[in-house]
Antibody, heavy 118, light 110 residues
Framework: QLQLQESGPGLVKPSETLSLSCTVS??????????WGWIRQPPGKGLEWIGN???????YYNPSLKSRVTISADTSKNQFSLKLNSVTAADTAVYYC??????????WGQGTMVTVSS | QSALTQPASVSGSPGQSITISCTGT?????????VSWYQQHPGKAPKLMIY???NRPSGVSNRFSGSKSGDTASLTISGLQAEDEADYYC??????????FGTGTRVTVL
């Protein structure tokens, strides 16, 4: 069964770059069956889609974040990554990675809390 | 892109049925059958409950069902149980080749 696990710093300074990785086990990120995505949830608030990467390398981003976001994949490590630059306190959230099929976001990582603070 | 609109809260007694609405536009909910629903308990990751409007993943109780009419999708929970108390989110694929989530609904079992 597919499993996903986020990793990365829990504290990032304002104006710096947030960098997270998602390690996939039980399946290959090169599979044509999946897209791979990032979603975040600020404390006490709802879910926000950040973006996806397809096995072809094609990427799709939330228009509100597009200028600051990069999602990439490393097939040798079976990982995909998120970079969000010029962060502010508004980027403080739990960040989730997920697999995406035609049905939706079907498997999720446990989430990792990232706080933006000096 | 704007979040899909859900009621902030819905409540019901054990055994009752409740329905949560998810209203979008013809560019998302109304235009595609890629509407899904997620259950989130406090401190936990969301769990896929319904996909492609009406389909349940393996292992999800048949007390959960989905439907869509026009620009509004709905999630119905029948035979409400204490364990159903959670936050629920809808999501839709959009014409901009993006995804959007709903505002979220807190379900309370009275």
């Amino acid at each position: 069964q597919l499993q996903l696990q986020e990793s990365g710093p829990g504290l990032v300074k304002p104006s710096e770059t947030l960098s997270l990785s998602c390690t996939v086990s039980g399946g290959s990120i090169s599979s044509s069956s999946y897209h791979w995505g990032w979603i975040r949830q600020p404390p006490g608030k709802g879910l926000e889609w950040i973006g996806n990467i397809h096995y072809t390398g094609a990427t799709y981003y939330n228009p509100s974040l597009k200028s600051r976001v990069t999602i990439s994949a490393d097939t040798s490590k079976n990982q995909f990554s998120l970079k969000l630059n010029s962060v502010t306190a508004a980027d403080t959230a739990v960040y989730y990675c997920a697999s995406i099929t035609a049905g939706g976001f079907d498997m999720w990582g446990q989430g990792t809390m990232v706080t933006v603070s000096s | 892109q704007s979040a899909l609109t859900q009621p902030a809260s819905v409540s019901g007694s054990p055994g009752q049925s409740i329905t949560i609405s998810c209203t979008g536009t013809s560019s998302d909910v109304g235009g595609y059958n890629h509407v899904s629903w997620y259950q989130q308990h406090p401190g936990k990751a969301p769990k896929l409950m319904i996909y492609e409007v009406t389909n349940r993943p393996s292992g999800v109780s048949n007390r959960f069902s989905g439907s869509k009419s026009g620009d509004t999708a709905s999630l119905t929970i029948s035979g409400l149980q204490a364990e159903d108390e959670a936050d629920y989110y809808c999501s839709s694929y959009t014409s901009s080749v993006t995804y959007v989530f709903g505002t979220g609904t807190r379900v309370t079992v009275l």
